[in-house]
């Protein structure tokens, strides 16, 4: 039988109280015993003397017929001078356990997952401008190039004069044009003078009642008849008549 020194917890929840105990190793913690050899209470200060019970006459009995003790009851043991502990070395005692690490690399990952994700989001209204910017500047460098493809061949075999004198001619179409959109106010203008001009002459003519005015000396005023009464047709009329009856 493997017999062991060991802690048997008692007390209530939150305030514990510790026997120490020789019993068979394969029974429960607080389970059956065989002898109780101090006790335990962490509640109390560590320089306390009530802190650590030991009957040390008991332990080494039990020591020497090969009971082992548990690691705190070692240092227990070493603490009073009944039996050296040895020094321990755990490298791993530190090491999470493999679910520990199953769930730090779970939350490595989401937090990688969640920095892509804020990446690929600052980068997609920058790819979006440059793809609506894309067609525009290649359409205008197609543009470009085809016009440079052609002008070359529409003016390899045209002499330099004729280009040069194409070249006139539409500067002076641009001029014309530029020109025609000044047009329509300065034929307004020019219609507003000549109205004026027309007025001016009309009211520069001379009146009916002028020959009226004329000297009896003109030979205009001997030869024109006197109206008195009659509308301007009636001499017209009487003198085709006299026309009529000479012939």
Same mark, same amino acid.
């Given at each position: 039988?493997?017999?062991?020194?060991?802690l048997?917890?008692?007390?209530?929840?939150?305030r514990?109280?510790?026997?120490?105990? /020789?019993?068979?190793?394969r029974?429960?913690?607080?389970g !059956?015993?065989?002898?109780?050899?101090?006790?335990?209470?962490?509640?109390? *200060?560590?320089?306390s003397?009530?802190?650590?019970k030991?009957d040390?006459?008991? /332990?080494?009995?039990?020591?020497?017929?090969?009971a082992q003790?548990?690691?705190?009851?070692? !240092?227990?043991?070493? *603490?009073?001078g009944?039996?050296?502990?040895a020094?321990?070395?755990?490298?791993?005692k530190?090491?999470?356990?493999?679910?520990?690490? @199953?769930?730090?690399?779970?939350r490595?990952?989401?937090?990688?997952?969640?920095?892509?994700?804020?990446?690929?989001?600052?980068a997609a209204?920058?790819?979006?401008? /440059?793809?609506?910017e894309a067609?525009?500047?290649?359409?205008v460098t197609?543009?470009?190039?085809?016009?440079?493809?052609? $002008?070359p061949?529409?003016?390899?075999?045209?002499p330099?004069?004729? /280009?040069a004198?194409?070249?006139?001619?539409?500067e @002076? $179409?641009?001029?014309? *044009?530029?020109?025609?959109e000044?047009?329509? @106010?300065?034929a307004?203008?020019?219609?507003?003078?000549?109205? $004026?001009?027309a007025?001016?002459?009309a009211? %520069?003519e001379? %009146?009916?009642?002028?020959?009226?005015?004329?000297? $009896?000396?003109?030979?205009?005023?001997? @030869?024109?008849?006197?109206?008195?009464?009659?509308?301007?047709?009636?001499?017209?009329?009487?003198?085709?008549?006299?026309?009529?009856?000479?012939?």
């Amino acid at each position: 039988m493997a017999v062991a020194i060991r802690l048997a917890r008692g007390g209530s929840k939150k305030r514990p109280y510790y026997r120490i105990v /020789v019993a068979d190793s394969r029974n429960a913690r607080d389970g !059956r015993f065989i002898e109780k050899l101090g006790t335990y209470n962490p509640l109390l *200060a560590k320089d306390s003397p009530e802190r650590v019970k030991l009957d040390a006459d008991r /332990v080494s009995h039990w020591l020497s017929v090969g009971a082992q003790p548990s690691d705190r009851v070692a !240092r227990f043991l070493d *603490a009073a001078g009944i039996r050296e502990r040895a020094a321990r070395n755990n490298p791993k005692k530190a090491e999470p356990g493999e679910k520990a690490k @199953e769930r730090a690399e779970e939350r490595a990952t989401k937090l990688a997952e969640a920095e892509e994700a804020k990446a690929a989001a600052a980068a997609a209204p920058a790819v979006e401008e /440059v793809a609506e910017e894309a067609p525009a500047a290649e359409a205008v460098t197609e543009e470009a190039e085809v016009a440079a493809e052609q $002008a070359p061949a529409d003016t390899a075999d045209i002499p330099a004069e004729e /280009v040069a004198a194409e070249e006139a001619v539409a500067e @002076e $179409a641009a001029v014309e *044009a530029s020109a025609g959109e000044e047009q329509p @106010e300065a034929a307004a203008e020019d219609t507003v003078a000549e109205e $004026a001009a027309a007025e001016a002459t009309a009211g %520069a003519e001379p %009146a009916e009642g002028a020959d009226e005015g004329a000297t $009896a000396d003109s030979p205009e005023a001997a @030869e024109a008849p006197e109206v008195t009464g009659e509308s301007a047709e009636a001499p017209a009329e009487g003198e085709a008549e006299e026309g009529e009856k000479a012939e």
